[in-house]
C-alpha cells in the first residue's frame, strides 16, 4: 500500500523491482553455496587427516556432517534453478508489456490518422488525379503525332532518294555522273553523243544479248524517274 503515501507504481515498474530482488536472492543463494562448498572441501581433508589418525568415530560423525553439506548444495542448485525460471518469467511479461505498450501507442496513432483522412476529399483527389493524368497522355501522343508528321516528308524523300540510289547502283549507274553529263545544250548533246555511243558498242561486242539493261530494272527506273 506504498502508494498511498505517493505516486502508484506502474506495472513495469513493479516487474522492474521484482525482478531485482529475484537476481539478489541469486546472487547470495551462488555466495551461500560456493562457502558450503568450501566448507566441504575442508571436511574431506580433515576426514582424511582423521582417518589416518584411526579415529573412525570422528569420521563417522564427520562423514554425516559432509552427506548434509552435500544435500544442501544440491537444494541450493535446486532453489537457483526455480529463482531462474521466475526470473524468467518476468522477463517474458516485461517483453510482453512492452509489446502491449507499443501495439497501444501504434492503435493511437492509426487511430488519429484515420480521423485526419476525410475520405470523400480523397476521392476528389485521387478523380482529379486520373484526369490530370489522361489529359496528359492525350497531350504527350498529340505532340509525337505532330513531330511525326513533321518529320514524315523528310523520311519518305529520305527513303525515295535511298531506293533510286540503290536501283541506280544495281545496274551499274551513277546518279552524280550522269547529272553531270546531263545535255543542256546543243553543243553538250554533241560532245556527250559519243560518250553515250561507247557503253552501246560495248554492249553488242560482248553480245550479251539485248541493249546491255535489263528490262524490268529500266522500268523500274523510269517508274522513279516519274516520281
Do not use: C
Request: hydrophobic share 40%.
Amino acid at each position: 500500500m506504498s502508494w498511498i503515501f505517493g505516486k502508484k507504481k506502474t506495472p513495469a515498474e513493479l516487474l522492474r523491482e521484482n525482478k531485482r530482488m529475484l537476481d539478489k536472492a541469486i546472487r547470495e543463494l551462488d555466495r551461500e553455496r560456493m562457502a558450503v562448498q568450501n566448507q566441504e572441501k575442508k571436511l574431506i581433508a580433515e576426514i582424511k587427516k582423521t582417518a589416518k589418525a584411526n579415529q573412525m568415530d570422528a569420521v563417522k560423525v564427520m562423514a554425516k556432517s559432509l552427506v548434509r553439506n552435500r544435500h544442501a548444495v544440491t537444494k541450493m542448485y535446486g532453489l537457483k534453478s526455480q529463482l531462474q525460471a521466475v526470473s524468467l518469467r518476468i522477463q517474458t511479461l516485461k517483453s510482453t508489456q512492452a509489446m502491449a505498450d507499443a501495439m497501444r501507442g501504434a492503435t493511437k496513432a492509426m487511430g488519429a490518422m484515420n480521423k485526419q483522412m476525410n475520405l470523400p476529399a480523397l476521392s476528389q483527389i485521387m478523380r482529379e488525379f486520373e484526369k490530370q493524368n489522361e489529359r496528359m497522355e492525350m497531350t504527350s501522343e498529340m505532340m509525337g503525332d505532330a513531330i511525326d508528321d513533321a518529320f514524315e516528308g523528310e523520311d519518305e524523300e529520305e527513303e525515295s532518294e535511298d531506293l533510286v540510289n540503290q536501283v541506280l547502283d544495281e545496274i551499274g549507274i551513277n546518279l552524280d555522273s550522269q547529272l553531270l553529263t546531263a545535255p543542256a545544250s546543243k553543243q553538250q548533246q554533241a560532245v556527250a553523243a559519243p560518250v553515250e555511243a561507247a557503253p552501246e558498242a560495248i554492249g553488242a561486242a560482248s553480245g550479251g544479248g539485248g541493249d546491255g539493261i535489263d528490262d524490268d530494272l529500266q522500268a523500274r527506273l523510269n517508274n522513279l524517274r516519274k516520281t
